[in-house]
């Protein structure tokens, strides 16, 4: 069965700082993987995508993420991290299924 | 052009009631996915409607349904509601391409209450 992991619950950044947000996914195929994030009360907004070819994967709002086949893994990444960037964060695999998410992890950015 | 919308906002229930959440696929969208989010996890998937068919199904048990319209817009039933059925239920539009489906973008969800 597929499976995304986010091993970090929570994730702390002052403003400023470069953030990362770790996601590795199980290997099935050619997975898409995907990351979304989620505002209090908000639905999930897309950021980014991965379906083949440049590793490193530009999105919205100036977040990137770079696809690692070797290590499975899907980081999600931002040189400098914004206040308004404190959120909930998703990584997603799409293979067989539709969306396998992640558990989510809670990105704070400290002024 | 107006995003994924969702009706009801919220929702409160009592057990063994029935419900009806409705969604409404972005423009140019023609398949449907619905997913459950209880609070501190990440989306289950439910369903996915692709002409007015279900057409994939995630562990969920009979009493989650679905129906697609022809406008494309859909709806998910659930009857003889649990405490365990408490969530933000999500709807995702996508466009179908070469057998899978392109992005999702989801809607702002039904928050559902079972009393």
């Known amino acids: 069965a597929q499976s995304v992991a986010q091993p970090e619950d929570q994730v702390n950044v002052a403003e400023g700082n470069p953030l990362t947000v770790k996601c590795t996914y199980s290997?099935?195929?050619?997975?898409?993987l995907f990351w979304y994030v989620q505002y209090p009360n908000r639905g999930l907004q897309f950021l980014l995508k991965y379906i083949t070819g440049d590793n490193l994967v530009k999105g919205s709002y100036g977040f990137e993420a770079e696809f690692n086949k070797s290590q499975t893994s899907f980081h999600l990444k931002k040189p400098s991290a914004l206040v308004s960037d404190s959120a909930l964060y998703f990584c997603?695999?799409?293979?067989?299924?539709?969306?396998?998410f992640g558990k989510g992890t809670r990105l704070s950015v400290i002024a | 052009d107006a995003g994924v919308t969702q009706s009801p906002t919220h929702l409160i229930k009592t057990r063994g009631q029935q419900v009806t959440l409705r969604c409404s696929p972005k423009?140019?969208?023609?398949?449907v996915s619905w997913y459950q989010q209880a609070l501190g996890q990440g989306p289950q998937f439910i369903f996915q409607?692709?002409?007015?068919?279900?057409?994939q199904r995630g562990n969920f048990p009979d009493r989650f349904s679905g129906h697609q319209f022809p406008n494309y817009s859909s709806e998910l039933n659930v009857n003889a509601l649990l405490l365990g059925d408490s969530a933000l239920y999500l709807c995702a539009s996508s466009r179908r391409t070469s057998g899978r489906t392109d992005t999702q973008y989801f809607g702002p969800g039904t928050r559902l209450t079972v009393l």
């Open positions: 290997v099935s195929g050619n997975p898409y």
């Open positions: 409607y692709y002409e007015e068919e279900e057409r």
């Open positions: 997603a695999q799409e293979g067989n299924t539709p969306l396998v």
């Open positions: 423009s140019g969208h023609d398949t």
